[in-house]
């Protein structure tokens, strides 16, 4: 119980006494992940898109296989991009392993599926009344589609806030493919594994504090946008 307290109150100072290198692993933490939902969502959005609104052969194989990703172990996703990027893998020519773009394909791939399941499961489960009432109205097949979605946006934003949660919490592929190098690849979830196998529990704590913090502050942040969006429409 101590070491909570104190991991507190090391949380609030790092944070109010402006410690350069917790501002920087934090900033880096929210880069890598934020670029790897933006990509994640390019690619898992349409394609949840894709299966829950065509029929389609095999389309219930591609919506098991969506659920399948979203149970990726995050360590044999490390494992894969480091053998595809190590100096003898098919990309090692590109020399991108222990660097921030390493961290990155590893993270897009974890939340990808994420984001495409749970988009899946919003266009499907969005009430059909919508598009026939378009299509009732006189509306193209496309209008009506946007009708549908637009019945859907809500859960679709919850996709891609969940596939942000997943991975700026995620652990084991980055420590990977990025190595936790100080002032480079170090996030705030492998600095708290550091500090932590370092016996220095409170840093550890603190650390913690401040990523829970901050993924607090960015889900509630993209919800209200979600919110905002949805009051405007």
């Known amino acids: 119980m101590q070491e909570i307290?104190?991991?507190s109150l090391d949380a609030f100072r790092l944070l109010a006494g402006g410690e350069q290198h917790v501002w920087e692993i934090l900033a880096r933490s929210l880069l890598v992940s934020g670029v790897s939902v933006v990509i994640g969502s390019a690619i898992g959005v349409p394609i949840g898109i894709l299966v829950g609104l065509r029929r389609f052969p095999g389309r219930r194989l591609a919506a098991s296989l969506l659920?399948?990703?979203?149970?990726?172990p995050p360590v044999v996703v490390g494992l894969f991009v480091y053998l595809v990027l190590s100096r003898n893998g098919p990309l090692g020519f590109m020399h991108l392993l222990?660097?921030?773009?390493?961290?990155?394909?590893?993270?897009?791939?974890l939340a990808a599926p994420v984001i495409?399941?749970?988009?899946?499961?919003?266009?499907?489960?969005?009430d059909p009344a919508a598009r026939l009432t378009a299509l009732s109205l006189g509306a193209t097949d496309r209008q009506a589609t946007m009708?549908?979605?637009?019945?859907?946006?809500?859960?679709?934003?919850?996709a891609v806030i969940s596939g942000f949660g997943a991975v700026i919490s995620e652990v084991g592929s980055v420590m990977i493919?990025?190595?936790n190098i100080a002032g480079y690849t170090r996030v705030m979830t492998t600095a708290i594994v550091l500090?932590?196998?370092?016996?220095?529990?409170?840093?550890?704590?603190a650390l913690g504090i401040v990523l829970l913090l901050t993924s607090l502050a960015v889900n509630l942040g993209l919800s209200f946008i979600q919110m905002g969006r949805g009051g405007r429409a």
Not at 116 to 126: D, E, I, P, Q
């Open 67 to 72: 659920n399948m990703g979203v149970g990726l």
């Open 147 to 158: 009708a549908l979605l637009a019945e859907a946006r809500f859960a679709m934003g919850a």
């Open 5 to 7: 307290l104190r991991g």
């Open 195 to 205: 500090e932590t196998g370092k016996g220095d529990f409170a840093l550890a704590i």
């Open 116 to 126: 495409g399941a749970l988009t899946f499961s919003a266009v499907a489960g969005a």
């Open 177 to 179: 493919v990025g190595g």
């Open 98 to 109: 222990f660097t921030p773009s390493a961290m990155i394909i590893a993270q897009t791939i």
